[in-house]
């Protein structure tokens, strides 16, 4: 069964997901970043220019081919790349197909607005049998 992990009061969702995909990346695994369309032009640069010593390949989905890209960002629609291992969730929603990723990490704000959204999301894993992992980033001093 697919994991699901709640990150909760993420202060600054750009820096937090670049560590978090270099996380995913040396594990050896692929990702789909679903994120607000406002911030997906900051995280496609940010993940260029982060670290001096990472390089994460990545693309954008429907700017150009993701076949081959562990990494794919996207607005909301899933990017035509099977086989993508975990599902990041920055969105209101849970997407179609969730299941098919062997991790699912939902990434929350401190606002108050998503995290009532995530509470949403919570109760629907909950009532489809998952277990749910918690990790306060605000207790972990924003790591």
Partial sequence: MTGVAFHFNVPARVPYLCRLLRKVNAAGKSAW???????????DE?????????????A???????????????????????GLQVLVNCLADIPAG???HERV???VGPSDEE????????????QWGYTLDR????????R
């Fill in 135 to 142: 990790h306060d980033v605000a207790a972990q001093g924003g």
């Fill in 105 to 107: 990490l939902e990434i």
């Fill in 46 to 58: 940010a993940l260029w220019t982060f670290s001096q010593e990472d390089f994460l390949a990545h």
């Fill in 98 to 100: 969730f299941e098919r």
């Fill in 33 to 43: 970043v679903r994120l607000p369309a406002a911030e997906l032009a900051a995280l």
């Fill in 115 to 126: 995290r009532a959204e995530a509470r949403q999301r919570w109760r629907q894993y909950s």
């Fill in 60 to 82: 954008v989905a429907g700017q150009g081919t993701v076949a081959h890209s562990p990494i794919v960002l996207s607005d909301g629609a899933a990017p035509d790349r099977p």
